[in-house]
Structures are given as C-alpha cells and as structure tokens.
C-alpha cells in the first residue's frame, strides 16, 4: 500500500488543523493505520492509531481530548483531526499501515507516507 499525507500547514496555538492520508491499494480495511510525529534529534512518536474497523483507536497522552483520528475504508483515507493545537504539537506528521492487529510502535510499521510539515506558533 502506498500512502499519501497531507493537510499540514502553519496555525497559531489554539487553531485546528485535518490531516489525510490517502491509500492506494484494495485492502485499505485490512490495515491499522497510525499517525505518528517526529521533530528534530528526537525519536518518532506515535500520536493516534486506529484499527483497521475503526472501532478502536489509541491515542498519546498528549493529545488525547485535542486530537481525533478516524478512517473512511471507501475513500481508503485517514484523517487527524487537530484542535486545540500548542507549539509543542509543532512536528513532521506521519501516516502509516500495517496489517490487521493495531500497534504502536514505529517498527511494526510496514508503510509510511512521505510526511507533512505542522508548526504551531504561540
């Protein structure tokens, strides 16, 4: 599967931003999808991950409440839906899949997206 994100952009704290991973491919529904974030000289981070039904989701201790991530299986999209958003959420945001059994750890992922760029200025 091929991924597509984008959505990113800049925002002043306290604004929202949608990100959207668009899929190729015909078992978009087969795959957890999860939206992951990384900022200079540190690691990548998971922020949201939803299963491949969509009936469960995980989210980061520091978004949860702000962020939500959902999927369309017909469109084979992901969204993150971002409110409230603080300087710190400023990163590079990353879509990515896996098959199947939800994760959130980089490593068990098997697919990324190219990255979209999200800078909060306070």
């Known amino acids: 599967v091929q991924l597509q994100a984008s959505g990113g952009g800049l925002v002043q704290a306290g604004e929202s931003l949608r990100l959207s991973c668009a899929a190729s491919g015909r078992t978009f529904s087969t795959y957890t999808m999860g939206w992951f974030r990384q900022t200079p000289g540190k690691e990548r981070e998971v922020v949201a991950v939803?299963?491949?039904?969509?009936?469960?989701?995980f989210y980061a201790d520091s978004v949860k409440g702000r962020f939500a991530i959902s999927r369309d299986n017909v469109k084979k999209t992901a969204y993150l839906q971002m409110n409230s958003l603080k300087p710190e959420d400023t990163a590079v945001y990353y879509c990515?899949?896996?098959?199947?059994?939800?994760?959130?750890?980089?490593?068990?992922?098997?697919?990324w997206g190219q990255g979209t760029q999200v800078t909060v200025s306070s």
């Open positions: 939803i299963s491949w039904s969509g009936s469960s989701t």
């Open positions: 990515a899949a896996k098959q199947f059994v939800s994760a959130t750890f980089v490593i068990e992922y098997n697919y």
